[in-house]
């Protein structure tokens, strides 16, 4: 019963359109490899500072829910201008970067608004449970589709690397929400 009330005002409180963004925590200290169509660079949270950001954690091979996660952001980055995206692997070892190239053009993704990050389990990891307090598991002998179990959250990023929400990426009610909270720091922050 608790735990149903929680959750509750939980959606009320995500479904409030004038609540205040909250500040949930800041990106730590992180270097990986950003992939894109024209090659490969190094990629630090220092890059990230002075954008909004929403963040997915997805691998290539998924047979589950990462490309509908892709898709909804790629839709959205199209509806609200200044949003970049961040998409992170979770699975470094299959995701080479050739094959993150290949997931990008499949969904259609604006290359100048997105990022996609690859790099060592260990970094990848440390990312997701350090910094952005998501969890993830791996399974090595599951069938590709199926080897990494993670976090089905986008995250709301701000120009100063403060994470300002997490969101249910397979909800609609998600997915407006963080429209809503995307646009609304944009708005505070100049349309950076």
């Known amino acids: ?15 409030a ?37 929403a963040a997915e954690f997805v691998f290539t091979r998924c047979g589950g829910p990462c490309p509908l996660m892709t898709g909804r952001l790629a839709a959205m980055s199209e509806r609200v201008p200044g949003l970049r995206v961040l998409a992170v692997t979770v699975d470094p070892a299959g995701d080479t970067a050739p094959r993150l190239r290949e997931y990008a053009l499949r969904h259609r993704v604006d290359p100048t608004r997105w990022v996609f990050l690859r790099g060592s389990s260990k970094d990848t ?17 599951a069938p590709a589709e199926s080897r990494v179990m993670h976090s089905t959250r986008f995250v709301l990023i701000d120009a100063q690397g403060s994470i300002r929400g997490y969101y ?18 944009l708005a505070a922050e100049g349309g950076v």
């Open 1 to 15: 019963m608790k735990a149903g009330v929680f959750a509750g005002t939980l959606l009320m409180a995500a479904c």
């Open 17 to 53: 359109p004038d609540r205040p963004l909250q500040t949930l925590g800041k990106l730590p200290e992180f270097r990986m490899t950003a992939v894109g169509p024209a090659g490969e660079a190094p990629f630090t949270e220092k890059d990230m500072l002075g954008k909004v950001w």
């Open 125 to 141: 990891y440390r990312l997701l449970y350090e910094g952005f307090k998501l969890p993830m598991s791996t399974q090595p002998d």
């Open 168 to 185: 249910d990426a397979l909800a609609q009610s998600g997915e407006a929400a963080l429209e809503a909270d995307a646009r609304k720091l």
